[in-house]
């Protein structure tokens, strides 16, 4: 995991109004952040606002080139309730974009590998009660095999 602070232009997609009886409003990119974004033991934040982006990375979370520039990458956050926000980051330089999606990509791998290993856990946990189980219903017959004999 690769911890990244460098500066961008951070935007929300703000989906439009369209319903009938209520002003109709278009979609649009709203700039909300210009300033350090910083990823950082597996968190995606913004060094002065943290009302803007403060959330963990997800393993759903994948990368895409926006605006048709190489400086820039759009993703998805999914919240608690089921929505989705997205997300654009624009970079100064290429480099700088880069630099942010191998900590983007490293990030999410971490976090898919931490959800297999918790999985891997909730797997054997069962196992491993069933085992102490029988390994306790064995003693008991043992124990009452033992009275009955004497």
């Given at each position: 995991?690769?911890?990244?602070?460098?500066?961008?232009?951070?935007?929300?997609?703000?989906?439009?109004?369209?319903?009938?009886?209520?002003?109709?409003?278009?979609?649009?990119?709203v700039?909300?952040?210009?300033?350090?974004v910083?990823?950082?033991?597996?968190?995606?934040?913004?060094?002065?606002?943290?009302?803007?982006?403060?959330?963990?990375?997800?393993?759903?979370?994948?990368?895409?080139?926006?605006?048709?520039?190489?400086?820039?990458?759009?993703?998805?956050?999914?919240?608690?309730?089921?929505?989705?926000?997205?997300?654009?980051?624009?970079?100064?330089?290429?480099?700088?974009?880069?630099?942010?999606?191998?900590?983007?990509?490293?990030s999410?791998?971490?976090?898919?590998?931490?959800?297999?290993?918790?999985?891997?856990?909730?797997?054997?946990?069962?196992?491993?009660?069933?085992?102490?189980?029988?390994?306790?219903?064995?003693?008991?017959?043992?124990?009452?095999?033992?009275?009955?004999?004497?």
């Amino acid at each position: 995991m690769t911890d990244f602070c460098k500066p961008a232009r951070v935007f929300e997609w703000v989906k439009g109004n369209k319903k009938d009886g209520e002003a109709k409003t278009k979609s649009k990119w709203v700039e909300k952040h210009y300033g350090n974004v910083n990823i950082s033991d597996n968190k995606l934040s913004t060094a002065d606002e943290n009302s803007v982006l403060n959330h963990g990375i997800q393993s759903s979370m994948n990368l895409k080139p926006a605006f048709n520039c190489e400086r820039a990458w759009i993703y998805r956050l999914k919240g608690d309730d089921g929505a989705e926000t997205t997300f654009a980051l624009r970079f100064k330089t290429k480099d700088l974009a880069q630099e942010f999606q191998t900590s983007f990509v490293g990030s999410v791998d971490a976090v898919k590998a931490l959800e297999a290993e918790a999985a891997k856990e909730a797997e054997s946990a069962p196992v491993e009660a069933v085992a102490a189980g029988s390994a306790a219903a064995v003693a008991v017959t043992a124990a009452v095999v033992e009275e009955s004999i004497d």
